[in-house]
């Protein structure tokens, strides 16, 4: 799946702290991925730090081996940064004073109040003999270079202006120059293992002859990737393997793409017009977070009760002290009483309840840590299951906040039972 | 600080996965910081796809610059993993079976109650003229190479695999070679931009004669990573530096290096015996599940609010409707009736609350989008602060959570005074 020649792209990436292990690299991944889409084959990844030779050294390759190269770093203001330097020695060039961006500077820092520092006066400075890439959402602006039909375009490396400046410039330079371009649709399931969903969908030859599958787990759920590489966009057919897929495994689907489960959860209780309320104890708050991450959530969220200790259960939600006593606090009963308790208190239309033990400390023989019991309850009457997980305190926590919110998405749905 | 030459490492990393932006390659980080460690330069991180002769030729070049390669992933079992013919042709080797990777394949799949799978059996043949790094933590052997003084180790690219290997045979070989070994310490900041963190630490030319200084920010706060290369470990060198830096800035640091915000909460708590109780509206949720983080926190945190909506403001912590009228939710009046009233319903010695306006919607001439009033009480009295935040809704979410954090920590430590 990966091309090289004739309409092939690499990328650069320059700077100590990435190769030193002193931050992750993201930008290569993003570059990697939209490259990818736009129908150019990406074939190599190269950092390197700060070093003029080996900067010097590695365009000179690249672009001999590359249709297309995208650097990125070294254009900021600080001693260490020389890609701009590297570039006049490179491309034969000389720099000089550019009008356009010594006005956006100046419009930038009038509106601090001030002029354009003197450490940022540098970046007014552009080599002679390439496009410079105006920067919009920072100081650096970028370079489109040329040479032998070869491109290099110069970025900085601050994660949220090379994206803008590859969406504003690259992006449409490289579609244009493909005659096909890919196409991705991710379908985000949850509640199954990757064994059992891949079961369930049974026989994919005929899907894998439309698009290629991809197969992404992780512990709160299992992405499949849809990709098509067409001339048209391909949008029919992802919707037809979209759809062949949920006829076998519908019910684990809660979204696509960017969509998110809480967002999936936000959008059927409008629908529905319904509230929802928390009784939380081992997410601690993790569920009305992930529930408040959506804007405008406060229309269906009223409040949630995080009941750490057991006294907190028992004055807050009405839980039973001999409930308690007798059965312990991660138990079923307790489960059903907080969700019940939840939503008699705050008069909401379903409360979702969570009690486990996290770990790594708190569990026995008879209650193993990961041990957890999560509860749904309606007008309709109450769910409840048990889980055990077998993650740290941290994925253990998420992957019961995810649970949660998934079997809230299905009592909504119609899809859970009373238990 | 990029070493090259006689004792330098390079990384190669394979794998159309990598390359196109499928998965984060996570693997080169942690082998760009690890062989620093060591004291060994990483001059050059290279990713390619599942291509045979871009892998030839970029072993070759590698092997001939660097005296150190380390290449991960094309060691599994499935048609694109090709990394071991690749290495057959560079080394001009042939493959036969090792007698103690069958043995160890044998046991592991002995526990199974199954034969050594066909599809693994590829994974008994190993190249003649190396070393075999057995791999006690899953199927790939790893394998050792050496060509005129320069060593090639191959690690399959599974990540808990890959540095299971590292550790166990490459980091004691590249120690062994290098006279000195960097020591880190990260020393973590919040609450402080960098540019007055900077300000108020003053002129570090005395500090960076001792170690070399980086400064990591984000939207939580600001990172400080001490770097010393030195025979003996440098712990006193980091000792003084770190105490100087605190002499100057202790307000801000919180920890170091794996430390974080919500243990030191819940350390000082623990030393004092406190109970703690939040009272969140913008954040959702998210102080009580960062404070539930920390295993051991049912010790010191007790319950808390989420009052999303007016009327749990008033229900639930008796903020009393009038103030709401007249000030509306996100004031400070209802952020210290909210921390006030927390503490007292909860009978917890220290409260703290949490009232904003997270945006993207919401906002007002008045009342913008970001603000936010964080107010903390004890028997002591209240501390009120109003903030504005300007990032996006989830980022302003969290640096609000962090904030509060931070605030109950001063509060603990005395650092902040009634207003």
Redesign the interface.
């Known amino acids: ?2 091309f ?1 020649g004739s309409n092939s792209a690499e990328i650069l990436v320059i700077g ?11 930008n ?7 490259i ?1 889409e736009t129908g150019v084959g ?10 003029f030779s ?1 900067m010097e050294e590695c365009i000179e390759q690249a672009l001999q081996r590359s249709d297309w190269v995208i650097l990125t770093g070294g254009l900021g203001i600080t001693h260490d940064d020389i890609t701009k330097s590297v570039l006049t020695k490179v491309f034969a060039s000389n720099l000089h004073r550019d009008e356009k961006v010594i006005q956006m500077l100046e419009e930038t820092f009038r509106k601090r109040n001030r002029a354009i520092p003197a450490s940022v006066q540098s970046q007014c400075e552009v080599p002679d003999n390439c496009q410079v890439l105006y920067n919009e959402v920072g100081t650096a602006p970028g370079f489109r270079f040329e040479r032998d039909g070869h491109v290099l375009f110069c970025l900085p490396g601050v994660p949220h202006e090379m994206k803008h400046l590859f969406e504003r410039y690259i992006a449409p330079e490289l579609v244009k120059h493909s005659s096909q371009t890919f196409s991705h649709r991710i379908l985000k399931t949850t509640g199954i293992s990757e064994a059992d969903l891949w079961d369930k969908v049974g026989s994919i030859d005929a899907l894998q002859k439309k698009v290629t599958l ?1 197969s ?1 787990p992780s512990h709160l759920g299992v992405r499949i ?1 849809l990709s098509v590489l067409t001339e048209t966009g391909g949008k029919e057919t992802l919707d037809e393997v979209e759809q062949s897929l949920r006829d076998r495994i519908g019910r684990y689907v809660y979204g696509i793409n960017e969509e998110t489960l809480e967002g999936k959860v936000g959008q059927l209780l409008t629908e529905k017009s319904m509230i929802i309320a ?1 009784a ?1 104890s ?12 959506i ?4 229309n269906y ?9 057991n ?2 259960k028992a004055s ?1 939600l009405g839980v039973e002290q001999q409930v308690l006593d007798k059965h312990g606090a991660v138990s079923e009963s307790v489960a059903r009483l907080m969700a019940e308790g939840v939503r008699r208190v ?1 008069g909401a239309d379903i409360g979702v309840s969570v009690t486990g033990i ?4 708190g569990g026995s023989e008879e209650k193993p840590v990961g041990l957890t019991f999560i509860a749904v309850s309606d007008s309709a009457g109450t769910w409840c299951g048990k889980y055990i997980y077998t993650h740290d ?2 994925k253990n ?1 998420e992957r019961t906040a995810q649970t949660a919110l998934n079997l809230v998405r299905l009592r909504l749905l119609g899809l859970l039972e009373n238990t």
């Not at 290569?28 to 939209?34: A, D, M, Q």
């Not at 804007?295 to 406060?298: L, T």
Request: charged residues 25%.
């Open positions: 799946m990966i090289s100590d702290e990435v190769i030193s292990g002193l931050i992750v690299d993201t290569s991944k993003y570059l990697g991925e939209r990818y990406v074939s190599r990844i190269t950092k390197i730090g700060d070093d080996i991809a992404l990737r928390t939380e081992c997410t601690g708050g993790l569920i009305g977070h992930l529930l408040t991450q804007s405008g959530s406060s969220f009223k409040e949630g009760f995080v009941v750490y200790s006294d907190a807050r705050s996290s770990g790594p400390t305190r941290i926590k």
